[in-house]
């Protein structure tokens, strides 16, 4: 008899922004992990559909990708010549940032949040982050955010969001931006929602000073999950309750955010 399968443990909150504000919150770390795509995975079929109907990485001429791939394949622990793209080996989408120059001059994203890699693909670190609401505090902090992210060191960050859809792959050209239910409310409304989660790190290329591989690690669970216990539900409250109209807006969460709060604010209690 096959024992029924542990359920996979709650996704972290502790650094759930309270109150919320758009800042960068990088953070130091020893390392950062990237974690093996697990095979029969949502992610996974996703990714390999991608794959199937043409995906590849994007890069601006010139851009030699072989130190990427290497260091990444390193930091993953993949053998040298494991076989297959690395968007079906390991989780993370990956993206290189040039503290020289600021920009972007290669992108593996398979599963973007509303944004298309191709329109960002060799801008500088300003123009991709242009359209961001309650922005100031990104844009003051440019340039030093760009140096710590190149520095050699590591860093990470999370960004967190909630969607109306479980689709990883968020494309705007691919996927429109699924629109909130206008009768559903309560638990009906939190089992149609997803808390959205990118475990967001920097980490630098080998041989290559000055640049660092940007690595996003995409996390997914349904919103009565992630309120199922009182404190946790407080703290997505409070985080929900402290986001601008502006930030709502931009993360096209304003037509159902008073129905969420309420959801939160009885599962608080």
């Known amino acids: ?13 502790s650094d759930l922004p309270l109150p919320m504000r758009m800042q960068p919150g990088l953070r130091r770390c020893e390392r950062v992990d990237l974690h093996p795509l697990q095979p029969g995975s949502a992610l996974r079929q996703e990714k390999q559909a991608l794959v199937a109907a043409g995906w590849q990485p994007l890069s601006v001429p010139g851009f030699d990708a072989g130190p990427v791939e290497q260091t990444v394949r390193a930091v993953a622990g993949l053998p040298a010549d ?42 500088h670190w300003s ?50 931006r699924q629109p909130w239910s206008e009768q559903l409310a309560g638990l009906a409304l939190a089992e149609q929602c997803w ?18 591989v940007f690595s ?19 703290r997505l409250h409070e985080w929900l309750a402290t986001m601008s109209h502006a930030v709502a807006d931009y993360k096209g969460l304003s037509p159902a955010r008073e129905r969420l709060l309420r959801f939160l604010a009885e599962r608080a209690h």
């Open 216 to 234: 996003i690690r995409l996390q997914l669970e349904r919103l009565d999950r992630s309120a199922s216990e009182p404190a946790r539900a407080a």
């Open 127 to 176: 123009a991709v982050h242009a359209p961001v609401a309650d922005n100031t505090a990104l844009m003051a902090a440019q340039r030093q955010l760009i140096a710590l992210s190149t520095n050699g060191q590591c860093w990470q960050r999370s960004v967190y969001t909630l969607a109306s859809s479980p689709r990883h792959d968020q494309h705007p050209r691919r996927a429109h």
């Open 195 to 212: 808390l959205r989660v990118e475990r967001q790190g920097f980490f630098p290329v080998q041989g290559r000073p000055g640049q660092a």
């Open 1 to 13: 008899m096959i024992a029924p399968q542990a359920p996979s443990p709650l996704l972290d909150l």
């Open 82 to 123: 494991e076989p297959g793209p690395l968007a079906l080996l390991i989780e993370e989408d990956l993206a290189v940032l040039d503290g020289s120059s600021g920009t972007l001059p290669w992108l593996a994203i398979c599963t973007p949040s509303h944004w298309a890699p191709e329109d960002k693909l060799g801008l």
